[in-house]
């Protein structure tokens, strides 16, 4: 049986929610995060990133959000979770799979760090730190993001999903990303589509199962 590797408030929901949508059994170890916000040092014991998600599977270790969902869907069949060979959705899957950890959760997660950094610091510098946090988040990370989130609209303005009329891994792949976005991103635009996108893919029944096996997740401060 497949174990999930599961650390609370993290990633990780998305590879529930693949194993959910692909209908296979699998069990959940959940690990909590240590005060400092970090994945406790058990971690370390399964991958030596300490890292999550990561999953085990006849004897494999797999680490990587992006990794996990392409191993899932090869192994056990999930060719309906992703577009056929040759066409243009096709090509749209192939990039949000590979964009959602590689450009848009490092501004994120970038974001987040800056917006901490005033509280991690002795409180007589806190104002300084404070300021300057701010003005890298307001002068740096704010306009490339509030580019992503342009991006993320026309994409699902398009014909409803992030790689063509159907549901598919890329949508997946994409739900921590725009969850956290819309929470830390100052929004000055039309966010109608990437909202609807939002309630569709949260009123999946393998979505609400993986909540149920997981449970709610904090994207805002993951």
Same mark, same amino acid.
Request: hydrophobic share 45%; aromatic share 0%.
């Given at each position: 049986m497949i174990t999930v590797h599961y650390l609370d408030n993290s990633r990780a929901h998305r590879i529930l929610w693949l194993l959910e949508e692909l209908g296979l059994d699998y069990q #959940?170890? #959940?690990y909590h995060r240590t005060k400092e916000y970090r994945a406790p040092d058990e971690l370390k014991a399964i991958h030596p990133l300490g890292k999550s998600p990561v999953i085990e599977d006849g004897g494999r270790i797999i680490a990587e959000s992006g990794a996990i969902m392409e191993y899932l869907i090869e192994t056990y069949g999930g060719e309906s @979770? &992703? !577009?056929a060979k040759g066409t243009d959705a096709q090509l749209r899957y192939r990039y949000w799979m590979h964009y959602a950890?590689?450009? =848009?959760? !490092?501004l994120l997660v970038m974001k987040l760090i800056f917006a901490r950094i005033p509280g991690q610091v002795p409180f007589f510098i806190r104002p300084v730190a404070k300021m300057i946090s701010q003005g890298v988040a307001s002068k740096l990370i704010d306009p490339q993001l509030a580019d992503h989130l342009s991006l993320w609209i026309a994409e699902v303005a398009k014909d409803g999903w992030f790689a063509g009329p159907e549901f598919s891994a890329a949508d997946i792949a994409m739900s921590f990303p725009v969850e956290a976005g819309m929470t830390r991103i100052a929004q000055g635009q039309d966010t109608t589509a990437l909202r609807n996108w939002m309630e569709r893919i949260r009123a999946r029944p393998a979505y609400q199962r993986a @909540? =149920? &096996?997981g449970g709610e997740y904090g994207y805002s401060n993951s």
């Open positions: #959940v170890k #959940v @979770l &992703r !577009p950890e590689g450009s =848009a959760m !490092p @909540l =149920a &096996r």
